[in-house]
Nanobody, 124 residues
């Protein structure tokens, strides 16, 4: 089992900054990617940014230029989301997802693990 813990959410004013952290721990064989998703009230969960173990990254158009993903996926099992100039519409619960590869009895398996989420509220 892999445990995923997020931290760093809270209340921020528009134009401010927030930094979210995510750490994976437990029985880790190999992490393929770590990603941030968000879900606003009444909305669907959507991808915000993703970072692979090989260093490739993807950032959603809605936050490109304002949010930055970074981390050490393979070495420290961590990922961060730097949120600059947040807007009211960035208010949501933010979740960290870990894509994990395990090895058992000669075969590889892919599993997903989610954190509990951290609330981000952007309001003046």
């Amino acid at each position: 089992q892999v445990q995923v813990v997020e931290s760093g959410g809270g209340l921020e004013q528009p134009g401010g900054s927030l930094n979210l952290s995510c750490a994976a721990s437990g029985s880790i064989y190999s992490i393929v990617s770590m990603a941030w998703y968000r879900q606003a009230p009444g909305g669907e969960r959507e991808l915000v940014a993703l970072l692979t173990g090989s260093g490739r990254e993807h950032v959603a158009d809605a936050v490109k230029g304002r949010f930055t993903i970074s981390g050490e996926v393979n070495t420290k099992n961590t990922v961060y989301l730097q949120m600059n100039s947040p807007k009211h519409e960035d208010t949501a619960a933010y979740y960290c997802k870990v894509e994990h590869r395990s090895y058992y009895s000669g075969s590889y398996y892919l599993d997903e693990y989610w954190g509990q989420g951290t609330q981000v509220t952007v309001s003046s």
